[in-house]
């Protein structure tokens, strides 16, 4: 992605998730909630990482 251009990447991840992204290099960067097509909320966390 960075030979593309990038110089962030960012996602959403579920509560389960974050410790592995963490591992790659990802940070946190807000705490937010993912609405499945039932309506049931889960915890999801939106996290970064500088490709630079």
Same mark, same amino acid.
Do not use: P
């Given at each position: 992605? !960075?030979?593309?251009?990038?110089?962030?990447?960012?996602?959403? #991840? #579920? *509560?389960?998730?974050?410790?592995?992204?963490? !591992?790659?290099?990802?940070? *946190? *960067?807000?705490?937010?909630?993912? @609405?499945? @097509? #039932?309506?049931?909320?889960?915890k999801?966390? !939106?996290?970064? !990482?500088?490709?630079?």
């Amino acid at each position: 992605m !960075k030979d593309a251009g990038y110089n962030t990447m960012t996602l959403n #991840s #579920s *509560i389960t998730a974050v410790g592995f992204y963490q !591992k790659m290099g990802m940070v *946190i *960067i807000e705490k937010t909630n993912h @609405r499945l @097509r #039932s309506g049931v909320e889960l915890k999801a966390y !939106k996290m970064e !990482k500088n490709l630079a």
